[in-house]
């Protein structure tokens, strides 16, 4: 067993940087070489020599990155096309605002000067008006008063 050692489930511990609890797991699932002495006590085989650098992962690593990098990119696009979208509704919006009072004060004149203002008067059952104020009040009032009177 040349290139291995013997240590404690401890002294593994600390060398792989986890918790003596993750070490004997790893006993158990025989990912990590161990025997036990007649006393009861556990010892775990390691490699003697500390794992070498290799340049794999740092290719991996660069090549993930670029990966990374052609996502971002791609998400920055999506985002600028979705604010020069929500910019657009924005504007569309403001217009429309802009002409709620035009189309509030379209729907409350009367579409033909003399004409009828109820259903009554239509039919011929309803009094006539008398007197300019109550027709100029007529033509001040929204449509759905005047149809319902209210």
Wanted: glycine share 10%; net charge negative; hydrophobic share 30%.
């Amino acid at each position: 067993m040349a290139g291995t050692r013997r240590v404690t489930l401890r002294e593994a511990s600390e060398i792989l940087g986890v918790s003596v609890e993750a070490v004997r797991k790893r006993v158990k699932r025989t990912s990590l070489r161990a025997d036990k002495d007649p006393d009861g006590r556990v010892y775990v085989y390691l490699d003697a020599s500390p794992p070498t650098s290799s340049t794999e992962p740092e290719v991996e690593g660069s090549e993930m990155v670029g990966e990374l990098r052609e996502q971002v990119g791609y998400l920055r696009e999506q985002l600028r096309r979705e604010q020069d979208a929500h910019a657009e509704a924005r504007r569309i919006i403001a217009g429309l605002v802009q002409r709620v009072p035009e189309l509030e004060a379209s729907s409350e004149r009367p579409e033909q000067p003399g004409a009828p203002q109820t259903a009554e008067e239509e039919q011929g059952r309803g009094e006539p008006r008398s007197g300019a104020g109550e027709a100029q009040e007529g033509a001040q009032r929204p449509w759905w008063r005047r149809v319902f009177g209210r």
